[in-house]
């Protein structure tokens, strides 16, 4: 079973940024889609940000231009630069990898964004 191993949550004033990544003990060079997804209190999951195996990448309406989603291979790792962030960016954010039909999910972390 894929382990993923989410890190760089925390508290943040409103126009900081953040970077998340999430690592994963196994080889990532065959991962075909790679996503962030967050959870704010009393609302539904929402997909942040995807990056596929050609290295394209998508992202939600409220995030595009502020974060940045990217991956690197070689140290088997995902990450999610945020920036400009905003009180309503504050959510748990969760990564998630899949592999043909077999999807991981990682613990999630607390993105707090406040002053």
């Known amino acids: 079973q894929v382990q993923l191993v989410e890190s760089g949550g925390g508290l943040v004033q409103p126009g900081g940024s953040l970077r998340l990544s999430c690592a994963t003990s196994?080889?990532?060079?065959?991962?075909?889609?790679m996503n962030w997804y967050r959870r704010a209190p009393g609302k539904e999951r929402e997909l942040v940000a995807f990056?596929?195996?050609?290295?394209?990448?998508n992202y939600a309406d409220s995030v595009t231009g502020r974060f940045t989603i990217s991956r690197d291979n070689a140290k088997a790792t995902m990450y999610l630069q945020m920036n400009s962030l905003k009180p309503e960016d504050t959510a748990v954010y969760y990564c998630?990898?899949?592999?043909?039909?077999?999807?991981?999910w990682g613990q999630g972390t607390q993105v707090t964004v406040s002053s």
């Open positions: 998630s990898m899949r592999w043909g039909s077999y999807r991981a």
């Open positions: 990056i596929d195996s050609g290295g394209r990448t």
């Open positions: 196994g080889s990532i060079y065959s991962v075909d889609l």
